[in-house]
């Protein structure tokens, strides 16, 4: 089980995750071939000074949905390799078995 601040923080960072819409405002004057040098340093610095840093995409990392375990994280299932097989045991995921021959 993750600590506690690992879980608020990992919430808290998909939540400004959620609004990009001025980043990705930015990011088009940035890669826009006709903007001027000054648009694009003025884009920069919204970027840098006036976003917050959890408000980044690669800042929010995936993590297990039951144990928020931040390693071993099958996307598929959008559990861990721990979870996973206990819910594989139980027959909690429809379609998946254990490998026998
Ligand atoms: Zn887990």
Same mark, same amino acid.
């Given at each position: 089980?993750?600590k506690?601040?690992?879980i608020?923080?990992q919430r808290?960072r998909?939540?400004?995750?959620k609004?990009?819409?001025?980043?990705?405002?930015c990011?088009?004057?940035?890669?826009?071939?006709? @903007?001027?040098?000054?648009?694009?340093?003025?884009?920069?610095?919204?970027?840098?000074?006036?976003?917050?840093?959890?408000?980044?995409?690669?800042?929010?990392?995936?993590?297990?949905?039951? +144990?928020?375990?931040?390693?071993?994280?099958?996307?598929?299932? #959008?559990? +861990?390799?721990?979870c996973?097989?206990?819910?594989?045991?139980?027959?909690?995921?429809?379609?998946? @078995? #254990?490998? @026998?021959?």
């Amino acid at each position: 089980m993750a600590k506690k601040s690992m879980i608020a923080r990992q919430r808290r960072r998909e939540k400004l995750s959620k609004d990009i819409t001025l980043r990705l405002a930015c990011k088009k004057i940035i890669a826009d071939k006709n @903007s001027t040098h000054e648009e694009r340093m003025d884009a920069m610095r919204v970027i840098r000074k006036k976003l917050p840093r959890d408000n980044s995409r690669t800042r929010c990392s995936s993590r297990c949905s039951s +144990c928020h375990r931040p390693r071993g994280f099958l996307s598929r299932y #959008k559990l +861990c390799r721990i979870c996973f097989r206990k819910a594989a045991e139980w027959g909690f995921i429809p379609g998946v @078995s #254990k490998a @026998s021959w």
